[in-house]
């Protein structure tokens, strides 16, 4: 039954993208059009040019987020949306059930992401001049990424599932995971840097610059592959169990067919 609901939400994504695919070039003007802006600025800022091993962090730091946010974003905006077409109750009675529904949309979604992504990727170095290192190790940690933002974004959909509506709550969301994946917590010593593994996505990205930026592997000094690991499954887990406890709770009081 997953299988078949897998494939159905293939098939589902690339009928969208047939039918719509201003969509996606819009998406991707968009994206890469706010990085140079940022770029640019950043470089404006600093009176000179930004080069070297912090731009390439930057760089790595901008894709993540883009990554995130879309898994974040697609699952609360999954519910508003089936929620104001009085839909919701019908997914959440079907075989698969809303939870698994959304999972298997993020797993596509994620499939499409990173195709988007390595697009992103190659205009953005052709862009600023740089050639980050690539291979196809890096979707370990892009995979491990995602499970992280699927996990957050199972948070957001157990707020949206209860009020129906999180547009501010995703718009103050993106800020906050822009500042996750931008900030150097890599960099940072002792009981700092214990802490600092658990921050959503923090590890992944230490992992991408040890990769695309240092050359190195999957395993490292620092054990991030590891540290990553935990990191994702750990915040999978706890948006699943939250959003276990949310859609009983509307269940129990009646709102699903609310809007």
């Not at 494939?7 to 994504?13: A, K, T």
């Not at 003007?29 to 640019?40: K, M, T």
């Not at 999180?166 to 822009?178: I, M, R, T």
Request: hydrophobic share 60%; proline share 3%; with cysteine.
């Amino acid at each position: 039954m997953m299988w078949n609901g897998l494939l159905s939400e293939i098939r589902r994504e690339w009928i969208l993208f047939r039918r719509y695919p201003t969509e996606l070039l819009s998406q991707l003007v968009v994206i890469v059009v706010a990085f140079y802006g940022l770029f640019l600025g950043a470089s404006y800022m600093a009176g000179s040019r930004m080069v070297g091993g912090r731009l390439d962090a930057v760089i790595i730091g901008y894709l993540l987020w883009t990554l995130a946010m879309g898994a974040v974003g697609a699952m609360g905006w999954d519910i508003m949306n089936e929620a104001q077409n009085g839909t919701l109750e019908q997914v959440m009675l079907s075989p698969l059930g809303l939870m698994k529904i959304l999972l298997l949309r993020s797993i596509v979604l994620f499939i499409y992401n990173i195709l988007f992504t390595a697009v992103v990727l190659f205009i953005i170095m052709w862009l600023t001049g740089r050639h980050l290192s690539v291979s196809g190790s890096e979707v370990v940690p892009f995979g491990l990424a995602m499970a992280c933002a699927i996990g957050i974004g199972y948070l957001v959909a157990s707020v949206t599932i209860l009020f129906k509506r999180s547009n501010q709550f995703l718009g103050l969301l993106q800020f906050v995971l822009l500042f996750l994946v931008m900030a150097p917590f890599a960099s940072l010593h002792g009981w700092r840097r214990l802490a600092s593994v658990m921050v959503p996505i923090a590890p992944m990205n230490a992992m991408l610059r040890q990769m695309m930026i240092a050359g190195g592997g999957l395993t490292g000094p620092h054990n991030w592959l590891l540290w990553s690991v935990l990191n994702a499954g750990i915040w999978l887990l706890l948006g699943m169990f939250v959003f276990v406890k949310a859609s009983k709770r509307a269940k129990r009081k009646g709102i699903l067919g609310h809007y």
